[in-house]
């Protein structure tokens, strides 16, 4: 099947033009020091014609933004997660109406985390060239090859959803087919508070309420300056170091010094650091309680094996698998939920909403 290349407003504008109420979407973008992926292609396709848009090119990408926020149309994504980051980014939005194929995969036993590649090859018996994922997708030009790798990825989306959704539909699960998309696609929308970012550290637990007070601001300033300046965290001061800081609560550039950070990073941002420390030593009022982990709880290890009998037990009679059902993730969330937020009812966790909700509810009581 052929393709267009898309490097013009016009051509972009008339391309957005169609009626087709299905479009199979990709993206293929660059992320290795920077907070945001960068945009390197992105791959369209009605059911009649492939495009694909150069955004290093097109100055004008608001058509293709109204074409993915109009609610009459819906978009097919396969494990589209970074996908939405990079449409909210851009666009200032996520698409109105998603469905995804590798969760439709897994709802039909296909596999949980199933790739493109493998989904195509298992349901349409065509081999696809993955030679090229791991192409710089904002160098130019791109060859044939990458081109043809890049249009592959939504040509054959379109009847593999054609396909996973005929089978949804004679198994009665696209109606939580559809909730699950419609869930994913709002918990993309959803970014950690700069305030709570020091609850992503991972050895947050082990340190008393003076650090936690001084790893909360300088991870609320992290994330703020990564952002600001389009930078991984970890590129602005690496999470370790941040720790270390926290730790020792240095007074001086001296003291800085002889933590082991990066030169650079006390160069660009010593005295903020330092700043930082001495704000957190004088509010002691607003430090956090010290972080508990949930394996610390009594009776951690019983109801964790007590939620994963219930989940193997209703999947097998729902046929679906447990891992969809209930991940440790959500299972923690739901655990978090019930010890630490003593079963507020405005933060209701995934396992009691939904499909999920009508499967374990009662259950889970």
Same mark, same amino acid.
């Given at each position: 099947?052929?393709?267009?290349?898309?490097?013009?407003?016009?051509?972009?504008?008339?391309?957005?033009?169609?009626?087709?109420?299905?479009?199979?979407?990709?993206?293929?973008? /660059?992320?290795?020091? *920077?907070?945001?992926?960068?945009?390197?292609?992105?791959?369209?396709?009605?059911?009649?014609?492939?495009?694909?848009?150069?955004?290093?090119?097109?100055?004008?990408?608001?058509?293709?933004?109204?074409?993915?926020? #109009?609610?009459?149309?819906?978009?097919?994504? &396969?494990?589209?997660?970074?996908?939405?980051?990079?449409?909210?980014?851009?666009?200032?939005?996520?698409?109105?109406?998603?469905?995804? *194929?590798?969760?439709?995969?897994?709802?039909?036993?296909?596999?949980?985390?199933?790739?493109?590649?493998?989904?195509?090859?298992?349901?349409?018996?065509?081999?696809?060239?993955?030679? &090229?994922?791991? %192409?710089?997708?904002?160098?130019?030009?791109?060859?044939?090859?990458?081109?043809?790798?890049?249009?592959? #990825?939504?040509?054959?989306?379109?009847?593999?959803?054609?396909?996973?959704?005929?089978?949804?539909?004679?198994?009665?699960?696209?109606?939580?087919?559809?909730?699950?998309?419609?869930?994913?696609? +709002? +918990?993309?929308? !959803?970014?950690?508070?700069?305030?709570?970012?020091?609850? #992503?550290?991972?050895?947050?637990?082990?340190?008393?309420?003076?650090?936690?007070?001084?790893?909360?601001?300088?991870?609320?300033?992290?994330?703020?300056?990564?952002?600001?300046?389009?930078?991984?965290?970890?590129?602005? /001061?690496?999470?370790?170091?941040?720790?270390? /800081?926290?730790?020792?609560?240095?007074? *001086?550039?001296?003291?800085?010094?002889?933590?082991?950070?990066?030169?650079?990073?006390?160069?660009? &941002?010593?005295? %903020?650091?330092?700043?930082?420390?001495?704000?957190?030593?004088?509010?002691?009022?607003?430090?956090?309680?010290?972080?508990?982990?949930? !394996?610390?709880?009594?009776?951690?290890?019983?109801?964790?094996?007590?939620?994963?009998?219930?989940?193997?037990?209703?999947?097998?009679?729902?046929?679906?698998?447990?891992?969809?059902?209930?991940?440790?993730?959500?299972? &923690?969330?739901?655990?978090?939920?019930?010890?630490?937020?003593?079963? *507020?009812?405005? /933060?209701?966790?995934?396992?009691?909403?939904?499909?999920?909700?009508?499967?374990?509810?009662?259950?889970?009581?």
């Amino acid at each position: 099947m052929t393709y267009t290349v898309i490097t013009d407003n016009q051509t972009l504008a008339d391309f957005c033009a169609t009626d087709a109420s299905v479009l199979a979407v990709d993206t293929e973008f /660059v992320r290795t020091r *920077t907070f945001y992926a960068k945009p390197g292609l992105y791959q369209l396709h009605d059911g009649r014609q492939t495009a694909l848009v150069d955004p290093l090119a097109v100055t004008d990408l608001s058509p293709l933004w109204r074409l993915l926020h #109009d609610p009459a149309r819906l978009c097919l994504l &396969h494990a589209g997660g970074e996908d939405l980051e990079l449409f909210q980014h851009q666009s200032g939005a996520l698409p109105a109406r998603v469905h995804d *194929t590798q969760l439709a995969a897994a709802f039909l036993g296909l596999g949980t985390q199933l790739g493109f590649a493998a989904l195509v090859e298992q349901l349409q018996g065509v081999s696809l060239d993955k030679a &090229h994922a791991r %192409t710089d997708w904002l160098a130019r030009p791109l060859s044939v090859e990458q081109l043809r790798y890049a249009a592959d #990825d939504v040509i054959y989306l379109y009847p593999l959803y054609e396909q996973l959704w005929e089978r949804l539909e004679q198994r009665g699960l696209s109606a939580w087919f559809e909730q699950e998309c419609e869930w994913t696609v +709002r +918990r993309r929308s !959803v970014s950690t508070p700069p305030e709570l970012a020091y609850l #992503d550290i991972k050895n947050a637990w082990t340190l008393e309420r003076q650090a936690l007070g001084i790893l909360q601001c300088l991870c609320q300033w992290r994330l703020l300056e990564a952002k600001r300046r389009d930078l991984a965290v970890n590129f602005v /001061v690496k999470e370790a170091h941040l720790v270390r /800081v926290a730790e020792r609560a240095p007074r *001086t550039l001296s003291d800085l010094n002889r933590l082991g950070l990066e030169p650079m990073e006390i160069k660009r &941002h010593g005295e %903020t650091l330092l700043a930082l420390v001495q704000q957190a030593l004088g509010c002691p009022e607003s430090w956090p309680e010290p972080v508990k982990r949930l !394996v610390d709880y009594p009776g951690y290890k019983s109801e964790l094996k007590r939620i994963k009998a219930i989940v193997e037990r209703v999947g097998e009679k729902a046929g679906l698998p447990a891992e969809l059902i209930a991940s440790k993730r959500l299972i &923690h969330q739901y655990l978090s939920w019930k010890w630490r937020l003593e079963e *507020t009812e405005d /933060v209701i966790p995934a396992l009691l909403l939904g499909w999920r909700g009508e499967l374990l509810g009662e259950q889970l009581q």
